[in-house]
Antibody, heavy 119, light 106 residues
C-alpha cells in the first residue's frame, strides 16, 4: 500500500529555517516524480516544488532561492529545506507523488504538516 | 507562467443536479489538465487526469472534457458526499492550480 507521511512542521520565526520530511512506503521515491504542494489557511492549493526521477528540480517563483527539494534514496524519503521563511509561507505542506513520469497528476498525497511563520 | 482561471468560485446545487465547473488556461496546454476534490481538513484527491481520464476507483458520475485552453468538469448527479472544493491543475509547463470551486448543497 502506498503511503506518504510528512513531518517536521511547526512554529518558526520570520527569517528562520525548517526541514520537512516525507517518508514513503509502498513505492520507491527515486523512481517517481515527487512534489511539495502547500495550502495557506483558508486558501487554495499552491504548487511549490518538484524533483524528477532523474534528479532535476524545479520551484515556484515564490520560493525559488529559499527552498530546496531533495531525497534520500536509502531512507525512501523526500525533503523540503525551507530557509529565510516569511509570514506568507505559513501553510499546510503536502508531499505528493506524480502518477507517472512526465505525467504530473498527483495520485497519492500525505496528510500534510503545518508550518507557521510568526514572531 | 500559465495561469488557470477556474469558475465559478462557488456554487450551490440540489442533490441529483448536474454540476459543471470550467477551467480556462492562458495558453494551449493540450490535455495536460487534472481535477482534484478536497474535503475540509483532508488532502486533495485526484479524480480526473489528462483532461478526461477517470482515476481508478472514482465514481463514474465524475467526468472531464476539453483540450487546448478550455476544460470542463462535470458531476452528472450531485450526491451529498460530493460537497467539497474542486481544483483544476495544469502541467504543460510546471504545475499550477486553479483557484478552486466550492460546491455546496442547496
Amino acid at each position: 500500500e502506498v503511503q506518504l507521511v510528512e513531518s517536521g512542521g511547526g512554529l518558526v520565526q520570520p527569517g528562520g529555517s525548517l526541514r520537512l520530511s516525507c517518508a514513503a512506503s509502498g513505492f520507491t521515491v527515486s523512481s517517481n516524480y515527487m512534489s511539495w504542494v502547500r495550502q495557506a489557511p483558508g486558501k487554495g492549493l499552491e504548487w511549490v516544488s518538484v524533483i524528477y526521477s532523474g534528479g532535476s528540480t524545479y520551484y515556484a517563483d515564490s520560493v525559488k532561492g529559499r527552498f530546496t527539494i531533495s531525497r534520500d534514496n536509502s531512507k525512501n524519503t523526500l525533503y523540503l529545506q525551507m530557509n529565510s521563511l516569511r509570514a506568507e509561507d505559513t501553510a499546510v505542506y503536502y508531499c505528493a507523488r506524480a502518477r507517472g513520469e512526465q505525467q504530473l497528476a498527483f495520485d497519492y498525497w500525505g496528510q500534510g504538516t503545518l508550518v507557521t511563520v510568526s514572531s | 507562467d500559465i495561469q488557470m482561471t477556474q469558475s465559478p468560485s462557488s456554487l450551490s446545487a440540489s442533490v441529483g443536479d448536474r454540476v459543471t465547473i470550467t477551467c480556462q488556461a492562458s495558453q494551449d496546454i493540450s490535455n495536460y489538465l487534472n481535477w482534484y476534490q478536497q474535503k475540509p481538513g483532508k488532502a486533495p484527491k485526484l479524480l480526473i487526469y489528462d483532461a478526461s481520464n477517470l482515476e481508478t476507483g472514482v465514481p463514474s458520475r465524475f467526468s472531464g472534457s476539453g483540450s487546448g485552453t478550455d476544460f470542463t468538469f462535470t458531476i452528472s448527479s450531485l450526491q451529498p458526499e460530493d460537497i467539497a472544493t474542486y481544483y483544476c491543475q495544469q502541467y504543460d509547463n510546471l504545475p499550477h492550480f486553479g483557484g478552486g470551486t466550492k460546491v455546496e448543497i442547496k
